[in-house]
């Protein structure tokens, strides 16, 4: 049999012809089948076109309805302006929105059930979003069932509560939606004192409310008296004119009181928060490598999810051995080295990341490049202390010095001016080594001098601007970490250099110094010791995250992740890390609970 010499053809302008024929017969009057009336205008149709895109005029027009044999319907409900546009958008696939037409398009939308119209105005919304119609928004999205506008314009009025209140708009906020906000748990920028004094204003506005104490015991109930101090609750009564012969006055004191009994105190770290709401306490790991080798990826894990996500990158080229430290939940990245043309380069640079703001800055670069050095901050300063550097020059110091002891200079960081200046130099050269901070004390430990491991431990005075030598650690230890806890300086992981065999081994130890007695003492084997771990403290727990078993890239751990509870002295195994990693950095962060990110991908191997 002779071949077919079958072909497919398909014109890409088909589709566009045949709506520009159509709306041409609808314009023209021809074919027409049907008149939709609004509001005393009528618009003529074909039936065929309606039905094909809207699922309210399919059913309409082929089930067994009286419409089905009419030449005219009436839309109640709509507007004619809206119909008209939703016409034209059905005979060319393109509409016109502005903030004129936008209520009466989606109303029509909403009514005959066109969804893409529908999704188009949801998107329209959020994008005109500002804190002078987002109540009107949120009240639109409530109307219409748009329960991902909805939520959105709730997370933005509590993203940008603190300029919401000097509007009008909370004037105009419904109980329902006052209530949503204070219980949705979304992250807000102001103080829990402004929160109360939202609710406060909105129920002395409202004079049903204000004689109506099991409202106001609703209310006022949402609000986190715990996160508020006694003068500020009385300090707001009174700027508010609540007397305390008021009924409002004794519940807002009285619940006040209570929350106090029952709520354990904020720990230090939740203190920098601005607020807690919506935000809980993640462990986050840094950059780091993997199988596909060395990542800026920051991935962060929820304890009420279980999950590990993707936060973030580090703004910069691929890199490794920075420091990071957090001050008021902003994360700190700064200094590290890249490698081009297997070349080692190190460089000075520092970036911040706000979870709240899910945004980078730049901050000012170190007077001199540094990797593999400690960063910790100490009350609001930030210290960089030792490491390697590339720098061999200084306008501050002494050329000379500087190489020779690059190594062992010191430098802090003022947010405030967003500059950095060197403090007195470290006694000795050391990379390698670890920092922790305590009351107003800098205290930093081990680490390398050239090739020999360091055992020594200094603390530096931030006040007094002076270091001072402490009793050394029971072992040498390099690459460890050093985090500080109930008052107490623990050492944990790391490596020492056997003389003898010249080979690197573990230590499995986690040591505490104490320093009203001044001493070291072993608290603790590690279950799993391993090289090139990622170490991190979390409230009062240590957690120990990937590494190698050995001193060999192969010999992975598979990502076990174990856990020290140092009140309770006990070992726990956590959920694995999805991948293999090594060299990571971690640290505790508050993250927004309602991030929506994508979970780390599990290796195949």
Known sequence: DRTLNTIFFESLSHTNTLLNGLNELRLKGHLIDITLTANGRSFRAHRAVLASCSEYFRAMFTDAMKESQQNEISLNGVTAAGIELLLEYAYTSKLELNLANVQDVLSAASHIQLDAVVEACSNYLQSQLDVDNCVDIVSIAEMYSLDKLRQRVYRF??????????????????????????????????????????????????????????????????VRMSEVAPGDVERTLQALGVSPSCALYG????????????????????????????????????????????????????PSVKKWRHLTSIPHVEQCNYGIATLRNELYVVGGCYNVCLK?????????????????????????????????????FLYAVGGASEVDDSEDMDPGDLVDQ????????????????????????????????????????????????????????????????????????????????????????????????????????????????????????IPTPRFHAGIVAVNTKIYIIGGFYSDSMFDLTRSVIECYDVDTNQWTSVERYPQNIWECNCIGLYIPKCRDDMEVIVDDC
Not at 347 to 366: E, V
């Open 157 to 222: 009025i509590c993203a940008h509560l603190s300029e919401f209140v000097k509007t009008h708009e909370i004037g105009v906020l419904a109980r329902h939606q006052l209530e949503h906000i204070l219980a949705c748990d979304y992250p807000v920028d102001c103080s829990e004192v402004v929160v109360l004094n939202i609710v406060l204003q909105w129920i002395k506005k409202s004079e049903k409310t204000l004689h109506d104490v099991r409202i106001c015991n609703r209310l006022l109930g949402l």
């Open 251 to 302: 519940v807002t004191k009285s619940l006040a009181q209570a929350q106090k009994r029952l709520t354990v105190p904020l720990n230090n770290q939740e203190n920098a928060l601005v607020n807690s709401r919506g935000m809980e306490l993640a462990l986050v790991k840094v950059g780091g490598f993997g199988l596909e080798g060395i990542t800026n990826d920051i991935t962060y894990y929820l």
């Open 344 to 380: 080692e380069y190190i460089h000075p640079f520092g970036f911040r990341f706000s979870p709240m703001s899910n945004s980078w800055t730049t901050i000012a670069p170190m007077q001199q490049d540094r990797c593999r050095f400690s960063l910790n901050f100490v009350g609001e």
């Open 406 to 525: 690059q190594s062992a200079t010191a430098e802090c960081y003022d947010p405030s001016t967003d500059k950095w200046n060197y403090i007195p130099m470290l006694p000795g050269n050391r990379t390698q080594h670890a920092g922790a901070a305590q009351d107003h004390f800098l205290y930093i430990s081990g680490g390398l001098d050239r090739h020999r491991v360091l055992s020594s431990f200094y603390r530096y005075n931030t006040k007094m601007q002076v270091w001072e030598q402490l009793p050394p650690m029971l072992t040498p230890r390099a690459d460890h970490m050093m985090v500080s806890i109930n008052d107490r300086i623990y050492v944990c992981g790391g490596w020492t250099e056997r003389s003898m065999a010249d080979t690197r081994t573990l230590i499995d130890t986690i040591d505490v110094y104490n320093k009203d007695s001044c001493t070291w003492e072993v608290v603790t084997h």
